[in-house]
């Protein structure tokens, strides 16, 4: 996948899952991964052999199909990690020996601000004629649902990240954990823009909304809500009321259309 702005273009983003037993949430680990742009997914020693083709792994991926068929399945931790440089495993439960604890959002600012210091310095060296460091690499590891992460994996590791929860109820489906950190790591690179969810129309010109006062006038005062003789301020502030909800053309119809139903109302019946 393509860095997202404002990160370093040479990391590469890799999540892990250890030993996990329930294909379901291979399957929505590769739907959270896929819904924030990444796509390496690595299983190492999982119960099913077969986990990424089972029926309940391919529906709980929702569509994530491509972040399945590239996920890779090996034997031994040592090998989910070729290529990674920054280790973060993910356990809730404090160790009394190992690395330190912190939030994902903490640590991954830490993280990019250090790496970006180290990318100036390595951006010197190489005009220098000295060759720069490889490319490096971040992995997320997660345990299996039974009983978490081994402490010989944690110790390993850079930092153990813990999504701050309910202090009575910290207990958080492997899906929805991987959905997190997904999440955090992909709003420290730079993120997503917000898409609309549908177009907004085009805005009322002055005069289209001038218009549509005066006719909110004469209904006003046709139903006696305004009295002519003493509008007072009404009229005005109506005009800033509307002047603050940036009204579009369609929506001007459609008030024009509620003061013509008013005049219609106020109409003596014959």
Not at 96 to 114: C, I, S, V, Y
Not at 182 to 206: C, I, K, N, T
Not at 211 to 229: C, R, S
């Amino acid at each position: 996948m393509p860095a997202a702005h404002g990160a370093p273009a040479f990391m590469k983003t890799r999540f892990i899952l250890i030993q996990t037993s329930h294909a379901g949430n291979v399957g929505a680990a590769a739907r959270a991964m896929k819904t924030m742009g990444f796509d390496d997914l690595v299983l190492v020693a999982p119960r099913w052999p077969n986990v990424l083709r089972k029926e309940e792994t391919i529906q709980r991926a929702s569509g994530a199909l491509d972040v399945l068929e590239r996920a890779r399945i090996v034997a031994t931790l040592d090998e989910a990690l070729d290529g990674m440089s920054h280790l973060c495993a993910t356990a809730m439960t404090p160790r009394d020996f190992g690395p330190p604890t912190r939030t994902p959002r903490q640590h991954f600012e830490m993280l990019l601000k250090n790496e970006l210091q180290a990318l100036g310095g390595r951006a010197i060296e190489a005009d220098s004629a000295i060759n720069p460091e490889p490319e490096s690499g971040v992995a997320f590891l997660f345990g299996s649902e039974r009983f978490g992460m081994a402490n010989e994996d944690v110790y390993r590791c850079h930092v153990a990240l813990s999504i701050p929860t309910n202090p009575g109820f910290g207990s958080l489906n492997l899906g929805a954990a991987v959905q997190v950190v997904a999440y955090e790591w992909r709003q420290a690179l730079g993120g997503f823009a917000v898409q609309e969810s549908a177009p907004q129309g085009e805005r009322a010109d002055a005069a289209q909304l001038a218009g549509m006062l005066a006719h909110w006038e004469q209904a006003l005062a046709a139903i006696g809500f305004l009295d002519p003789a003493a509008p007072k301020k009404l009229m005005p502030r109506l005009n800033q009321l509307f002047n603050r909800a940036q009204l579009t053309q369609e929506e001007i119809h459609i008030l024009r259309g509620v003061a013509k139903s008013m005049l219609q109302a106020a109409r003596p019946s014959r």
